[in-house]
């Protein structure tokens, strides 16, 4: 997200950049949403596991995130924001560019197709067209000036 809109200019970055965090964030509510349902979700036994099944499939790692943000957010001086903008803004490129082709080296987009009928491939196709429908209303009730005025970057 925060690539593609670094192509179009320095402020649709800025704007992918909030809209990919938004996205982030509720990445820790579907994750907790999904925790929620599994747990409370009969086994094949017919039991139902306890309210600490929850802790325990819940990925830790979105409450990391939430509080990194909030630090970074309300703790951190603007000055030294900008500090740390202008010294990674030189290597962000090289880290996008990384991590993409991480994440492509370890797809194996022939397996989501053939394994249990396809149904992991659809399963993923209708999460991200919910995904991006929701991410472009979010950002164009953000954005457009619908709910805020609309930002002067």
């Not at 690539?3 to 320095?10: D, F, Q, W």
Request: hydrophobic letters at 55%; proline letters at 3%.
């Amino acid at each position: 997200v925060v690539a593609a809109g670094a192509i179009a200019g320095e402020q649709a970055m800025n704007v992918a950049v909030v809209v990919k965090m938004s996205q982030n964030v509720f990445i820790g509510l579907a994750a907790f949403l999904l925790a929620i349902w599994f747990t409370f979700k009969k086994n094949a036994t017919g039991e139902k596991p306890g309210g600490k099944e929850i802790w325990i499939r819940f990925p830790k790692f979105a409450i990391g995130f939430v509080i990194a943000s909030l630090v970074m957010s309300l703790l951190m001086p603007e000055t030294s924001a900008k500090a740390v903008t202008g010294i990674t803004k030189s290597i962000r490129g090289w880290w996008f560019t990384l991590a993409f082709l991480c994440i492509g080296l370890d797809t194996r987009f022939k397996e989501l197709f053939t394994m249990g009928r396809g149904k992991p491939a659809t399963a993923f196709l209708i999460a991200q067209g919910f995904n991006i429908g929701w991410t472009l209303l979010i950002a164009f009730l953000i954005f457009g000036g619908v709910l805020f005025a609309v930002p002067n970057y």
